[in-house]
């Protein structure tokens, strides 16, 4: 039987030193340990011989054994945290989140109603500029110029008597409204509250006019059998604009239109809604003159107006 030799037993711990180094340097994570066979010498045969060896294993596995296990403790935790999250559901524009419906809240425009209701909202086309038999001045709108702009107002219930106006406000809204009944014989409802947009949309939405306030009523014929129609009258104050040389004083605008009454007074069910003519109506202005006569304050004609249904504008106008 041939031993080994002093040198290679000499060797074998320096090469197991130089295959340490050469792991550490490669940052080598063997998958499974090996076993490199030491020559040992047995003090009671007092000879060489393989005898034991020496069992290496990655320095680096059980940091990586205790990163794995932190790293699904974590995401167990992640998925706890989203499962106990309320589930959330969108149903005809309402979000429910934990069975409680929260109403989706809308953002208004400057030129939207604050009330969301269509229930006698009405979308008014204003078409300024000179109109044949104005009085207003003779330099004013003679370039033909026109400023096209709408407002969104509301005719409010009459019946509410909170919306009556009482007492005469500082605009004289009352009074001027009064001043546009053209017959004597003719009899004035009461002066209810005109609901409006805050702002007049101007040139298509890049600029705008505030409103202040508003108000209405109904002027009927002394002998309802004689005509059928009355005439819607409402008033709306305005900080006024200009277009060149034609100008929308500041202070109350006045509109008329032809009403037919209400629709749908024998249902129950249904709010009755105002039936309004479809036909152009006049805007005009109060100003000092003399076209009467004698200097007073005189009716003139600003632009005319159309009225149509918010509901069918909105879908029309597509804002």
Not at 97 to 103: D, G, H
Not at 202 to 208: A, N, P
């Amino acid at each position: 039987m041939q031993y080994p030799s002093r040198a290679s037993t000499t060797m074998a711990p320096l090469l197991l030193t130089i295959i340490s180094a050469i792991l550490l340097q490669w940052n080598v994570t063997p998958t499974v340990a090996f076993q490199v066979p030491i020559p040992i010498t047995c003090q009671k045969q007092q000879r060489h011989h393989r005898c034991g060896s020496i069992v290496l294993r990655d320095s680096n596995n059980g940091g990586d054994n205790a990163a794995a296990a932190e790293a699904k403790q974590l995401l167990a935790k992640a998925k706890a945290i989203r499962d106990s999250l309320p589930a959330t559901t969108e149903e005809s524009g309402t979000k429910t989140i934990s069975s409680i419906p929260v109403p989706e809240r809308k953002i208004l425009s400057d030129f939207a109603l604050q009330s969301q209701s269509l229930d006698n909202s009405y979308r008014l086309y204003l078409d300024i500029g000179r109109e044949p038999g104005t009085w207003m001045d003779p330099r004013w709108g003679a370039s033909g110029r026109r400023i096209e702009c709408t407002i969104d107002v509301s005719f409010v219930k009459q019946m509410e008597d909170g919306d009556i106006i009482s007492p005469e406000p500082e605009n004289g809204i009352i009074s001027g409204l009064k001043k546009t009944v053209t017959s004597k014989s003719s009899s004035l409802s009461q002066v209810y509250k005109l609901q409006s947009a805050p702002y007049i949309r101007l040139r298509r939405g890049f600029d705008k006019m505030a409103i202040s306030d508003g108000g209405y009523c109904t002027e009927s014929p002394a002998n309802p059998s004689i005509s059928a129609s009355s005439t819607l009258r409402f008033c709306l104050s305005v900080d006024g604009t200009t277009d060149g040389d034609v100008t929308i004083p500041g202070g109350n605008l006045y509109f008329a239109l032809p009403y037919f009454g209400l629709l749908g007074t024998d249902s129950n069910d249904s709010t009755p809604q105002m039936n309004l003519s479809t036909k152009e109506g006049t805007v005009t202005v109060k100003q000092v003159g003399w076209h009467t006569g004698w200097r007073r304050e005189e009716s003139r004609i600003l632009g005319v107006f159309r009225a149509v249904p918010l509901e069918k504008a909105q879908a029309r106008d597509k804002f």
